[in-house]
């Protein structure tokens, strides 16, 4: 079992930037592609970032070049910065683990753990 921790939300002018944090415990971390998904109100969780054990990263067209996410095996740690924020960028982010390589990082449905969210809101 794996359990996962979010931090780092808050609320942030447009332009700013934020680094989120995810702690996880439980398991080998090494082992386990991570991801990030959002949901915000009425809407359904969409995918943002994933990095998988060999450090494959894959993100979403929507935050490119403008978001990254980071793995430190060492400490269990993954990690968001998020620079250049928008206001559709408000949202609960929440950080998933992937144990089995099941199929796309980009799905919800593969991800074994999740964490409880932390809320980001963008103003304008």
Not at 9 to 22: D, H, I, M
Not at 30 to 38: A, D, I, L, N
Not at 51 to 58: K, L, M, P, R, T
Not at 69 to 98: G, H
Request: one cysteine or more; proline letters at 2%; a positive charge.
């Amino acid at each position: 079992q794996v359990q996962l921790v979010e931090s780092g939300g808050g609320l942030v002018q447009a332009g700013g930037s934020l680094r989120l944090s995810c702690a996880a415990s439980g398991g080998t971390f090494s082992r386990y592609h991570m991801g990030w998904f959002r949901q915000a109100p009425g809407k359904e969780r969409d995918f943002v970032a994933a990095i998988n054990w060999s450090v494959g990263i894959y993100y979403a067209d929507s935050v490119k070049g403008r978001f990254t996410i980071s793995r430190d095996n060492a400490k269990n740690m993954v990690y968001l910065q998020m620079n250049s924020l928008k206001p559709e960028d408000t949202a609960v982010y929440y950080c998933a683990a992937e144990a089995d390589g099941r199929g796309s990082l980009r799905r919800t449905d593969v991800y074994d753990y999740w964490g409880q969210g932390t809320q980001v809101t963008v103003s304008s």
